[in-house]
């Protein structure tokens, strides 16, 4: 299984779905989540809410996948989202992406979550390199992929064409043989 569920100390990571769509409503409506997501307009509606888990919906087919962060202290209430995307099978390779409700920011959960997405990836995927994009305004998600170990290897200039604006954003990257 490439992307079998996980448990970490505080979170159970479930692959998304339509019990889900509703925190993916509110989640990715949010503006302060979405600050710095510049691939995808807010969502505004449930249909497009649910379009989204219908996307990520059989991710051992597909090849890409969304684990929705689940709270154990909280009963089970999602807290945000991560995964792998870009797949490349034949060179072993593929972009993480997370993000995480305002709520729960700065208490260490999505550190907690990447580091079993990373696990999982080079385990159950068989990748040698994972890389992330972030907006150069994003220090927190700087700061964090670079505690886990990953390389800032420069700017990918005028990555994403949003609202009328291009927008520069770093590139990221872990090895295997560094984790």
Not at 45 to 67: C, T
Request: proline content about 3%; overall charge negative; charged content about 25%.
């Amino acid at each position: 299984m490439y992307f079998p569920p996980m448990e970490t100390e505080r979170l159970n990571l479930v692959n998304v779905s339509r019990k889900h769509t509703n925190f993916i409503l509110k989640h990715f409506s949010d503006s302060r989540v979405c600050e710095f997501l510049y691939d995808e307009e807010d969502l505004e509606n449930y249909d497009q809410a649910h379009a989204l888990v219908e996307w990520f919906a059989n991710p051992e087919e597909k090849g890409y996948n969304r684990w929705v962060m689940e709270s154990k202290q909280m009963g089970g209430i999602p807290v945000g989202t991560c995964g792998f995307h870009l797949w490349d099978r034949q060179n072993r390779t593929a972009e993480i992406g997370y993000d995480l409700y305002p709520d729960f920011w700065g208490k260490g959960l999505m550190k907690e979550a990447l580091v079993a997405c990373i696990n999982s990836g080079f385990q159950n995927m068989g990748l040698n390199r994972i890389h992330a994009y972030v907006a150069v305004e994003n220090q927190r998600s700087s700061d964090l992929l670079k505690r886990l170990g990953f390389t800032c290897e420069g700017i990918f200039r005028d990555k994403h064409y949003y609202q009328g604006s291009y927008y520069d954003h770093y590139t990221y990257s872990l090895l295997r043989r560094e984790w």
